[in-house]
């Protein structure tokens, strides 16, 4: 039987073997991002053997919530099993720790208590999440950045030839999700934007463009019409703060860093967050954008950050030090 792997990443030619497990694995979730793969093929593909060797914590967060969304069959739920059962207990942990921590409401207790419903299952899915519970806890950093302005220019049309991302970006958020060791787990950037969900499909394409390796996305309700700009900015304001609160919440053991840009009510918002949550806000960096008008009380917190471009971003990053030197030069590096 041909690898079902190859039937819908190799230009929909049936090829045979080839590839490593990591190559395999990595082909398959460029597929899903691409909504090129069905459920069905994913989960053929998740249960042929040696697929699954080099599964990170992150590469299992996608695969499963995609599952949670896609399918409540019996394959699928058996495949989320095997997906979990492939980690170690310390892996597992760190994939159910970014389902937990993410902006949406697919969380483990979603998991536990919906997702998988098939008796034998449920009973190996609890044998799994009981033992991988303790490394659920590790506090990781998190990243909590804005989307327009921030990590995409707001005047960007996806045309060809159109810069769709700043020089830089994925590289930093890369080293920060990181950490200054490399040890860290990958999947700890959430993008926190003004944009309704009505605009998912496209904000997604957009981060996709970047290369950065997000974990989920909070959408603002409808703003509606307001009578001035300013109005606007509070209600945009309001709403961004509940979702970083929310974040915050659903990862207590964790610090945050804060991205967002000089437009609107970023400065403000995370201003609020450094006063709120003290400790916790490890730095705020804001992208300077065009004129702006930031009170000199946030530009002058000592954990405020001002940049033009991400490798001055990276520069401060490394004198606190968030990052390290290899870190610092992929910054650079990143056009």
Known sequence: MADPIHTFYVGGHLVKGGGTPETRLAAALEALQRKAITPQQLKDFCNYPGNLIDLTPTQARTVVEYLMKASADAYGQATIVTVLAALRPDARGQCLRLIDGEANERRVDHLLTRAVTEPALRVRLLQLVDAARPHMAKGERIMITDLDDTIVPSDYHPEPGNKKRYPGEAAFFRALDLGNDGAGVLGDVHVVTARGISCAGEAEHFLRGT?????????????????????????????????????????????????????????????????????????????????????????????????????????AAFDRPMLNAVQLADVIADR
């Open 211 to 315: 290369g950065i390796e997000w974990g989920s996305v909070a959408y603002s309700r409808p703003l509606g019409s307001y009578p001035s700009t300013a109005a606007k900015h509070d209600a945009i304001a309001r709403r961004k703060k509940e979702s970083i609160h929310k974040l915050l919440q659903r990862n207590p053991q964790s610090r945050a860093v804060l991205v967002g840009d000089s437009t609107q009510a970023d400065a403000a918002v995370y201003y609020d967050m450094i006063n709120t949550y003290g400790d916790r806000i490890e730095a705020v960096f804001i992208h300077r954008v065009g004129k702006f008008n930031i009170p000199d009380a946030i530009l002058r917190h000592p954990k405020v950050i001002l940049f033009d471009t991400y490798a001055d971003a990276a520069r």
